[in-house]
């Protein structure tokens, strides 16, 4: 299997557009248009019966002390772990595409109750849901595909990975809100072939990016 993204530039720079938030000279950052980018795949099994679209960021900071404070950085040395930024399943065999913005046009408060998708998809939960716990303005159920927003002080490039997995299966029967672990465990076993890219972002002005 092959997975491409014309939303990804040739570097594998994710533009602002497909990010939570984006750069700014007042305050850091601001939201973005939080649109979920371009995928296409090809090369699927001739038995693949469905497929799993996720989103995973492998660079999220463990330890929170200095992330987005001012006078400090989040250093490059620091341990990472995975952020989820999207959980799709149950896509129809037929579907080896989604447009950008299909499944995300903008930041919702909260989250989005029932993001957009090919019929018969389902969409789980994504890492915003934690990360905005206690936050009165923002706090919710976070599913379907919020962008990259890292610490604007973090030295480390982040890369996230999207992949799609061609299933033997039609259907994964999880529950709403399912989680990233719920996912690898319902789809043990039933992987008949797997495609990534690797997109990089970063909102710390003194990184550069490929």
């Known amino acids: 299997m092959k997975l491409t993204s014309r939303s990804l530039a040739r570097t594998g720079r994710i533009p602002g557009r497909c990010a939570f938030a984006v750069k700014s000279p007042a305050g850091h950052i601001r939201l973005g248009s939080n649109r979920n980018p ?6 699927a099994p001739q038995a693949t019966r469905s497929f799993v679209v996720t989103c995973i960021d492998a660079d999220a900071p463990t330890v929170p002390d200095h992330v987005n404070k001012e006078g400090a950085s ?3 040395s620091l341990p990472r772990a995975e952020f989820v930024h999207w959980l799709m399943i149950n896509l129809p065999a037929d579907v080896t595409q989604l447009e ?4 995300s046009n903008g930041v919702v408060a909260h989250g989005k109750a029932a993001p957009s998708g090919p019929d018969g998809s389902q969409q789980g939960q994504n890492d915003y849901t934690g990360w905005f716990a206690g936050d009165d303005a923002m706090e919710g159920q976070y599913l379907g595909y919020d962008g990259p927003c890292p610490p ?5 490039v982040h890369r996230y990975t999207f992949e799609v997995m061609a299933l033997d299966v039609p259907n994964i029967e999880l529950g709403a809100g399912f989680s990233v672990a719920d996912l690898r465990k319902a789809v ?5 072939a797997k495609a990534s890219i690797v997109g990089v972002y970063s909102l710390n002005p003194a990184v550069r990016l490929p």
């Open 100 to 103: 950008e913005g299909a499944c």
């Open 74 to 76: 989040v250093a490059a």
């Open 152 to 156: 604007w002080n973090d030295e480390r």
């Open 38 to 43: 371009q995928l296409a795949w090809r090369g």
């Open 188 to 192: 043990d076993g039933h992987v008949l």
